[in-house]
């Protein structure tokens, strides 16, 4: 049962795609997002924590280039970026300490630049 939503809260994430059947391959193996297609064009995933959907773009999201960063939580770190790796996603940023925990970044099958976040140290 979904809840009504937060007034003013951020909603619903969009992100471009390139390539439809590789983003659901991706996205379904590493995070076990579920979809809906709506068109050729459109289609949205749930399970993620935060609904949203893709479009059909060339273009892509980089931080370095001014796109917001959306950064996931991983409760065993190297176990989720084997698993981006593994799903055909490319580490641009191998795994890093930063004040409150560590991290590393990923660029997911169509060029979007995601991170993964863990406070627990590697054991």
Request: with cysteine; glycine share 8%.
């Amino acid at each position: 049962m979904s809840t009504a939503p937060v007034n003013e809260s951020i909603h619903y994430l969009e992100f471009h795609a390139k390539d439809f059947a590789k983003t659901k391959s991706f996205f379904i193996a590493v995070f076990d997002w579920r979809f809906v297609d709506y068109g050729s064009e459109y289609m949205a995933f749930s399970g993620s924590g935060m609904e949203g959907g893709f479009f059909k773009s060339p273009l892509t999201s980089n931080a370095d280039l001014g796109s917001a960063l959306v950064i996931f939580y991983s409760n065993n770190l190297e176990a989720t970026c084997a698993k981006v790796e593994q799903a055909g996603g490319h580490i641009n940023k191998a795994i890093f300490q930063f004040p409150g925990g560590r991290r590393f970044h990923f660029q997911d099958p169509n060029g979007n630049e995601f991170a993964v976040w863990s406070e627990q140290d590697a054991t």
